[in-house]
């Protein structure tokens, strides 16, 4: 990653607000393997997003099998900066959480959802699909075809890079869900209003 680049990333993931003073064993506990943990983000990046969306939540995580050292499950999440990969839940616990939980998959559905999930564990964040995405939100739909948008050209999108809700709602296709019809726009407000979950925990 070239200096500029990160000093780009390290200006979006500023905080611009303090942290919420919580205790998370709560919060923890009602987790399950397949739910969606939703976060209303506290950084630059996170604050457009939910101006953009018109929705508090701004990045999502995908539960799994996996537990920490403490028991409780972790996740995988695409990040800005990161590689996608597994995630102690628990630092999330300074921002407001949700969780949504599927309501018509079986216990297999969300094996094949975690197992897909899990062959992303090491993919970069793709950076033109987040700038391409905040465009979708204010321009035409055609214009952003003519300009070559990464959402509406499957050769543009890199096989090796993604975002959080992108490599989430493929994984719940790969488990039998189809979340929108261009899975590309999908962003973690579409997933709290979706009929396919329910929310289980807010706070």
């Known amino acids: 990653m070239s200096r500029l680049t990160q000093l780009f990333h390290n200006w979006l993931l500023e905080d611009l607000e303090e942290p919420v003073i919580r205790e998370h064993d709560e919060f923890m506990l009602r987790l399950r393997p397949g739910d969606i943990v939703l976060v209303q983000g506290r950084t630059r990046v996170a604050k457009y997003i939910g101006k953009l969306t018109k929705s508090q939540w701004t990045h999502a995580a995908l539960v799994t099998y996996h537990t920490d050292d403490h028991g409780y499950y972790k996740g995988i999440q695409a990040e800005i900066g990161t590689r996608t990969g597994y995630i102690d839940l628990g630092t999330l616990r300074h921002n407001k959480m949700c969780i949504l939980r599927p309501v018509n998959m079986t216990g297999a559905d969300i094996t094949k959802t975690l197992r897909h999930a899990e062959t992303h564990i090491g993919m970069l964040y793709n950076l033109r699909h987040?700038?391409?995405?905040?465009?979708?939100?204010?321009?035409?739909?055609?214009?952003?075809?003519?300009?070559?948008?990464?959402?509406?050209?499957?050769?543009?999108?890199?096989?090796?890079?993604?975002?959080?809700?992108?490599?989430?709602?493929?994984?719940?296709?790969?488990?039998?869900v189809r979340l929108a019809d261009n899975l590309r726009t999908i962003a973690p407000g579409d997933l709290y209003n979706h009929n396919e979950f329910e929310v289980v925990h807010e706070d």
């Open 130 to 176: 987040i700038l391409d995405w905040l465009r979708y939100l204010v321009m035409p739909t055609e214009f952003l075809r003519r300009a070559k948008s990464c959402l509406f050209n499957k050769a543009l999108m890199p096989r090796d890079k993604e975002i959080c809700t992108y490599m989430i709602a493929k994984s719940y296709q790969a488990g039998g």
